[in-house]
């Protein structure tokens, strides 16, 4: 055996003895002296050492029942009590929009760092774990882009979340929507603007994927949950294809 291949086995076997401790997922530096997994996310957890992980404030106190947003009381906030009809059970989130998550959604969204998927879908997971596992859902769907919007970007974030996220929790996922109509972006407009502006936009496609399959709750996934327009508009569009079906809000940010 030369010193190459002598180097290679008794790097793995101290490897076994011995294991490295687990890498961030953002910014890859061990986590030293922390714990792998996020005390109460349970098995897969979350990989941020605790630099990452501050600029994160985790909705997990008191939120609004409806939209998920961190509320004082168990009421719902007046951003639910305004909305004249809601298409979704409920809605949560795993963190809160806030300047560094949005930085960080605007590189993954609009200037294609697809690195940061996996960070994403861990806090996907988070948020599952906590408000949905117990639960019967029996797909995972997302919102979709315009076809003009999806040459641009060259990839959905949503579809993508979903799609690495069924993968990790055993749920099958569908494109069961199709945007209807061309939107300026949410994020510059006002929120009465915003409230009216997908109205219709989103249109049932795919009757034949869930014909298969007898389909009660569905996981609809976005990244962030600004008002809600654009959730209870999809969510609408799909209980007009799918009558009788529950349909439940995932995003990453609230």
Same mark, same amino acid.
Request: proline share 6%; hydrophobic share 35%.
């Given at each position: 055996?030369?010193?190459?291949?002598?180097?290679?086995?008794?790097?793995?076997?101290?490897?076994?003895?011995?294991?490295?401790?687990?890498?961030?997922?953002?910014?890859?530096?061990?986590?030293?002296?922390?714990?792998?997994?996020?005390?109460?996310?349970?098995?897969?957890?979350?990989?941020?050492?605790?630099?990452?992980?501050?600029?994160?404030?985790?909705?997990?106190?008191?939120?609004?029942?409806?939209?998920?947003?961190?509320?004082?009381?168990?009421?719902?906030?007046?951003?639910?009590?305004?909305?004249?009809?809601?298409?979704?059970?409920?809605?949560?989130?795993?963190?809160?929009?806030?300047?560094?998550?949005?930085?960080?959604?605007?590189?993954?969204?609009?200037?294609?760092?697809?690195?940061?998927?996996?960070?994403?879908?861990?806090?996907?997971?988070?948020?599952?774990?906590?408000?949905?596992?117990?639960?019967?859902?029996?797909?995972?769907?997302?919102?979709?882009?315009?076809?003009?919007?999806?040459?641009?970007?060259?990839?959905?974030?949503?579809?993508?979340?979903?799609?690495?996220?069924?993968?990790?929790?055993?749920?099958? !996922?569908?494109? @069961? #929507?199709?945007?209807?109509?061309?939107?300026?972006?949410? *994020?510059?407009?006002?929120? =009465? %603007? /915003?409230?009216?502006?997908?109205?219709?936009?989103?249109?049932?496609?795919?009757?034949?994927?869930?014909?298969?399959?007898? !389909?009660?709750? @569905? #996981?609809?996934?976005?990244?962030?949950?600004?008002?809600? *327009?654009?959730?209870?508009? =999809? %969510? /609408?569009?799909?209980?007009?294809?799918?009558?009788?079906?529950?349909?439940?809000?995932?995003?990453?940010?609230?």
């Amino acid at each position: 055996m030369n010193l190459l291949h002598w180097k290679r086995w008794t790097g793995w076997l101290l490897d076994i003895l011995y294991p490295p401790p687990p890498r961030c997922t953002l910014c890859g530096n061990p986590k030293r002296g922390e714990a792998a997994v996020k005390p109460g996310a349970g098995k897969g957890g979350l990989t941020f050492c605790s630099v990452c992980e501050s600029q994160f404030v985790f909705l997990t106190d008191t939120i609004c029942p409806i939209c998920g947003r961190a509320w004082p009381t168990n009421e719902p906030c007046p951003d639910c009590c305004r909305r004249k009809s809601r298409h979704f059970c409920y809605s949560r989130s795993a963190v809160r929009y806030n300047k560094p998550m949005k930085e960080l959604l605007a590189r993954y969204k609009y200037r294609g760092d697809r690195r940061l998927a996996e960070m994403m879908v861990e806090l996907l997971w988070r948020a599952w774990y906590l408000y949905y596992r117990e639960m019967k859902i029996d797909a995972i769907t997302y919102i979709p882009l315009h076809e003009k919007r999806l040459v641009e970007r060259t990839f959905n974030q949503a579809e993508e979340m979903a799609r690495f996220l069924g993968q990790r929790i055993g749920l099958p !996922v569908y494109g @069961l #929507l199709e945007r209807r109509k061309e939107t300026e972006k949410q *994020s510059q407009k006002k929120r =009465a %603007a /915003r409230l009216h502006a997908l109205e219709n936009a989103f249109y049932f496609s795919d009757a034949q994927a869930v014909n298969s399959f007898e !389909v009660q709750a @569905l #996981l609809l996934l976005d990244d962030v949950y600004t008002t809600g *327009s654009s959730l209870n508009a =999809a %969510a /609408r569009a799909l209980k007009e294809g799918i009558p009788g079906a529950e349909v439940y809000g995932l995003t990453v940010a609230r």
